[in-house]
Nanobody
Framework: QVHLVESGGGLVQPGGSLRLSCAAF????????MGWFRQAPGKQRELVAD???????TYVDSVKGRFTIYRDNAKNTVSLQMNSLKPEDTAVYYC?????????????WGQGTQVTVSS
């Protein structure tokens, strides 16, 4: 079994910054990709950013130039630095990882952390 433990999030004013962090624990052979999704009330969950084990990054258009994803393969961690936050960034953010856990390769999710951007 693999667990993703998130930290960070909270309330911030528009234009502010937050950093989300996530660590994967458990029986991990390898992690193909790690990243962050978000889900706002009444909307579908969407990919915010992810990064492969080789360092290839993907960002949703709405966060390009404002958010940066970092990954430490040795520690099985991923972080999301969020700058110039906007009210429309308000959502529950979920850590996601595609993990080979020795039995199979599958998706794992964190419990979610709330990010609220409001004055």
């Amino acid at each position: 079994q693999v667990h993703l433990v998130e930290s960070g999030g909270g309330l911030v004013q528009p234009g502010g910054s937050l950093r989300l962090s996530c660590a994967a624990f458990g029986r991990i052979f390898s992690i193909a990709a790690m990243g962050w999704f978000r889900q706002a009330p009444g909307k579908q969950r969407e990919l915010v950013a992810d990064v492969t084990s080789g360092g290839t990054t993907t960002y949703v258009d709405s966060v390009k130039g404002r958010f940066t994803i970092y990954r430490d393969n040795a520690k099985n961690t991923v972080s999301l630095q969020m700058n110039s936050l906007k009210p429309e960034d308000t959502a529950v953010y979920y850590c996601h990882a595609v993990v080979n856990d020795y039995a199979s390769t599958r998706d794992y999710w964190g419990q979610g952390t709330q990010v609220t951007v409001s004055s």
